[in-house]
């Protein structure tokens, strides 16, 4: 127990442990006094994970722990995030808005996850998760924001990075995932270009149960068998017009899936099979104006996103199409962002920006519309930056309008039209450069998903089960509050309370024999949420603190412990809720031949409520190992992993006012390998340019989210 303490004492003042891998690391060679050289070696090291003050970032490219399956699975692995089918996605308590290369995805549910199940996490650079979104962000981000960022940069010759992962797993019969991608980027004297494209081909199986817990008696048990298919592309140019900038960019997203459903339950027997087409496009036109005075920026964006899904179900046992549903979403954004230093204090900055969006949504069952949707937002803000001494300030204003309506066959949808005002304000205080303490106060919204809105079921359903969306859902109105003393970003320790007005939730309830699961409005929701990090190297258990303090580290060859802990509590009207723990533990060992060894921990206890869902037994439990090497002069990467390799990951949830129990559980154990190759270059000092499949705008190097 002393030795903990002591670990946690120098995790708080452990300076070289991060300064390794964010600055330079200089060797000096002894030469004779009269004629002496010093030869100086300088080395970059990326960090893992890095903390500012509104925000967490955590490096993918770089650890093949990962980046070795689907985007979805490495979301999962991320400390402090749960991602299940009953809570959702969130972050330390907050729920997540999902953003790619800092632009929404505006999909949610179903959609947005088999989007991030067809990504292949190897085409991911770095996630950041927003926890402390200020004015220039929109309001409809809601608690916080996950920004995926898929690219690379630009550089002055022709480069190329190929990378490929296979993997298999044994249940009941062998399933393969293979999944490919290739990076091209290069710079002449007139404009750059860039393009990322890829694969992912997964077969899966997911087992699944309903039972009803007063008779005990099977509603619902199933098997299914999945193939997902998924093709991407991102493409990028970009035009440098004298100090101005211009950039273009096209996203596609394809994904085609076929499933095969075996089941049975309280009265009957099924045989289904399913398809799913999926198509995704995005486009950006992006001016950014720039002045003399680099503090001063102009940043003109206008964007339109296109989303398709085509959903359909037949059952061998009926002989005829069960299900057969069609959406078509439409989204219009237009916005500029402007800001300048400021002479406040020791110093200052000033940020304004506007913004106009508007989001058409259209469902149609057996071709029969039946529901449109449409939603106007038009929002401007104003936010003021200031440092004094030790201090920095961040006050901001933010103003939307919104307008949203829509129809269904048979009424016109409660409509919502109201001016609101979002407030935030933080305050920090840097005991050092690398120590800091900081208070935050948001006020965001969340608009129902067309996902939730949506009447039609894009899922699996059987005479048992029965899922629909909730076209009177209304939006949601957060107060987030957070505390958070860090130090050398890994350790930190927090505490947050997110307050939600008309909060929306699953619900999963009983009709009968028939399990029917679909979304509503809560009046108020408080979640809590507690979390507390920090890393041990292995070495202070064998050489001490004292020694430990001494040694010059090198995060690549140090042997270390990374935990993580977090309690969060949800409190419902009219029940009475328990809290539960979600650990992480990431373990990094050097072997001979500089062979890495990661092996990472999960799991999230029973008991605790989910809203109206209580966890029967621990879930998101896993052991992830992966052994990785550089060959080539680090030019290739090649990673032998293990996911889930005892098998734990599953999840036992009830709803708390039915005799219900559900079950889950995916072929989530494979074992697999990596290769990540880039292509040599001979021109060693080709120029790093800038990035252009996304638009910088924070000082501090964060990715331009817009407002």
């Known amino acids: 127990m002393k030795k903990i303490v002591q670990g946690f004492l120098f995790s708080l003042c452990f300076v070289p442990f991060v300064q390794a891998q964010d600055s ?10 009269e004629n002496q050289i010093e030869e100086v070696k300088i080395v970059k090291y ?35 995030l749960i991602a299940s089918d009953v809570a959702g996605m969130m972050y330390q308590g907050k729920q997540l808005e999902v953003f790619l290369d800092g632009r929404p995805l505006n999909i949610s549910s179903n959609e947005l996850n088999s989007f991030l199940e067809g990504m292949p996490a190897n085409s991911v650079d770095k996630i950041e998760v927003i926890t402390q979104p200020g004015a220039e962000f929109p309001a409809t981000s809601g608690g916080a924001i996950l920004n995926i960022i898929t690219n690379k940069n630009a550089k002055k010759y022709l480069s190329a990075t190929y990378t490929s992962s296979s993997a298999f797993n044994s249940y009941d019969k062998i399933r393969y995932r293979t999944y490919n991608s290739v990076l091209l980027n290069a710079k002449n004297k007139y404009f750059g270009w860039q393009l990322n494209f890829g694969q992912n081909y997964r077969e899966n199986a997911v087992w699944t149960a309903f039972s009803n817990t007063n008779n005990n008696a099977i509603l619902s048990k199933t098997q299914s068998d999945r193939i997902n298919r998924t093709q991407f592309l991102k493409s ?13 960019n096209y996203d596609v997203n394809y994904g085609n899936s076929n499933s095969e459903t075996e089941g049975y339950g309280l009265g009957f027997t099924t045989s289904d099979k399913g398809k799913s087409h999926n198509t995704r496009q995005d486009a950006t036109i992006t001016y950014q104006k720039r002045f ?62 506007a913004l106009y969006e508007k989001l058409l949504f259209e469902a149609k069952n057996f071709n029969a519309t039946n529901l449109e949707y449409q939603r106007v937002t038009a929002a401007t803000y104003l936010e003021f930056q200031a440092k004094y001494n030790k201090f920095d300030f961040i006050l901001g204003s933010r103003a939307e309008k919104y307008e949203i309506g829509g129809k269904t066959p048979t009424a016109d949808l409660i409509p919502f039209e109201q001016f609101r005002w979002f407030p935030n304000a933080t305050i920090q205080y840097n005991l050092t450069p690398q120590i800091f303490f900081n208070v935050n106060y948001n006020k965001k919204i969340t608009l129902p998903s067309t996902s939730a809105l949506n009447p039609n079921n894009t899922t699996y359903q059987n005479q048992n089960i029965n899922t629909f ?4 859902l209304q939006p949601t109105i957060f107060d987030n509050f957070e505390v958070k003393l860090s130090a050398f970003d890994y350790a930190y320790i927090g505490y947050n309370l997110s307050s939600a007005k008309n909060q929306v939730v699953q619900q999963v309830s009983l009709n009968g024999n028939v399990v029917e699961n679909t979304n509503f409005n809560v009046s108020e929701v408080k979640i809590h949420n507690f979390t507390f ?17 001494k040694f010059d580290v090198n995060p690549d060859t140090l042997n270390f412990i990374y935990f993580y802990m977090g309690y969060q509590l949800h409190q419902v009207p009219n029940l009475d809720t328990k809290g539960f723990w979600n650990f992480n533990l990431m373990s990094q ?29 621990p879930f998101n439990n896993y052991v992830d190992m992966t052994f990785s090497k550089k060959f080539l002069n680090d030019q290739l990467t090649v990673s032998i992993f293990g996911d889930d390799i005892f098998n734990m990951n ?47 705008k924070k000082d501090d190097g964060g990715t331009v989210i817009g407002n």
């Open 589 to 617: 060992i050097l072997l001979p031949k500089k062979i890495k060894f990661v092996t990472e921990f999960g799991l999230v206890t029973s008991g605790g409520n989910y809203f109206y869902f209580v966890a029967d037994k």
């Open 24 to 33: 330079t690391k200089v060797k000096k060679e002894e030469a004779p006094k």
């Open 469 to 472: 969306g909730n076209p009177n």
């Open 292 to 353: 003399d005075n680099k503090n001063q920026k102009l940043d003109f964006v206008f964007n339109y996103n296109n989303n398709k899904n085509d959903f359909n179900l037949f059952s061998d046992v009926l002989g005829n199409t069960v299900l057969d549903n069609y959406s078509n979403q439409n989204y219009y954004n237009g916005k500029f962002d402007y800001s300048q230093g400021l002479k406040i204090l020791d110093e200052g900055k000033v940020s304004f920006g």
């Open 533 to 549: 990090a920090f890393p041990l190297p292995y070495m202070l258990f064998t050489k001490g603190l004292k020694e430990t303090m």
């Open 650 to 696: 599953r999840s036992y949830f009830r709803p708390v006012n039915d005799p219900l129990l559900s079950y889950s559980k995916s072929d989530t154990r494979k074992f697999g390998f990596t290769l990540n190759y880039k292509l040599p270059t001979k021109n060693k000092a080709a120029k790093v340019d800038q990035n252009m499949l996304k638009e910088e």
């Open 46 to 80: 990326k960090k893992a994970i890095e903390q500012k003050p509104d925000r967490t970032i955590f490096n993918i490219a770089d650890q093949p722990n990962l980046n070795t399956g689907t985007l979805m699975e490495t979301i999962k692995q991320l400390p402090g």
């Open 236 to 248: 990028g140019l970009t035009f440098d017009i004298k100090k101005d900038r211009l950039l273009l």
